[in-house]
């Protein structure tokens, strides 16, 4: 079974730029995840689809990132325009329906804006 | 609101040395607790996991358990190798709908021989 694929594994953009972050979840897993790791800091939870609708967009930290999972496949996360704070490494998880925490997470994308 | 605080590091020890990560955790309910682990390179794996109170997780010689008592979810390893150095993570999940989980900021254990 492929895991959970997240690319690009490195990017690194100029502050005001555009970067667009894919995650392909295991084939079948209702419910997607995205997690942001700001250096040092705790990883924090950003938003949770359950199929192609978002159930829980609670973290997103503003209206400069949209998430979007079209036909409740892959996952793409749009930062618009990137600002400094926003570098940080993004993970996606994946889980079936109805499991609780167990989740498998991608290798994350590390971003940096300069 | 939920939240993990962790043990600050970065922890260094010798190989067979003995490990224990501290974590405790503040929840509303009864909450999952998890300890995840990030090798060089490499994603987010799952460790172990305990879903109630006195529940003890283990795996690759790893042990944690859950005290409500003292809301704690310390991790221990009696004898670390090498291969052990990672940056572990202490997580949990309030089980209230959503299952996001709540992090803790994350340990950086090396292990030298």
């Known amino acids: 079974e492929a895991g959970v694929t997240q690319f690009p594994s490195h990017s690194v953009i100029e502050k005001g730029q555009t970067v667009t972050l894919r995650c392909d979840p295991i084939?079948?897993?209702?419910?997607l995840y995205w997690y942001r790791r700001v250096m040092g800091k705790e990883i924090k939870f950003l938003l949770h689809?359950?199929?192609?609708?978002?159930?829980?967009e609670s973290g997103m930290p503003n209206n400069r990132f949209l998430a979007e999972r079209t036909g409740g496949t892959y996952s793409t996360l749009k930062v618009q325009p990137a600002e400094l704070e926003d570098s940080g490494v993004y993970f996606c998880?994946?889980?079936?329906?109805?499991?609780?925490?167990?989740?498998?997470f991608g290798s994350g994308t590390r971003l940096t804006v300069v | 609101g939920d939240s993990v605080t962790q043990m600050e590091g970065p922890v260094t020890l010798s190989e067979e040395a003995f490990l224990t990560i501290n974590c405790t955790y503040t929840?509303?309910?009864?909450?999952?607790l998890f300890w995840y682990v990030q090798y060089p390179g490499e994603g987010l794996q799952l460790l172990l996991k305990?879903?109630?109170?006195?529940d003890k997780g283990s795996n690759k010689g790893f042990e944690a358990t859950y005290r409500k008592e003292t809301t704690s979810f310390h991790l221990e390893k009696g004898s670390v190798q090498v291969s052990d150095s990672a940056v572990y993570f202490c997580?949990?999940?309030?089980?209230?709908?959503?299952?996001?989980?709540?992090f803790g900021t994350g340990t950086r254990l090396t292990v030298i021989p």
């Open positions: 305990a879903t109630k109170a006195d």
């Open positions: 998880a994946s889980s079936p329906a109805g499991t609780g925490g167990g989740y498998t």
């Open positions: 084939s079948g897993h209702d419910n």
């Open positions: 997580a949990l999940s309030d089980n209230a709908g959503a299952n996001n989980l709540f």
């Open positions: 929840a509303t309910g009864y909450p999952s």
């Open positions: 689809f359950v199929k192609e609708s978002k159930q829980d």
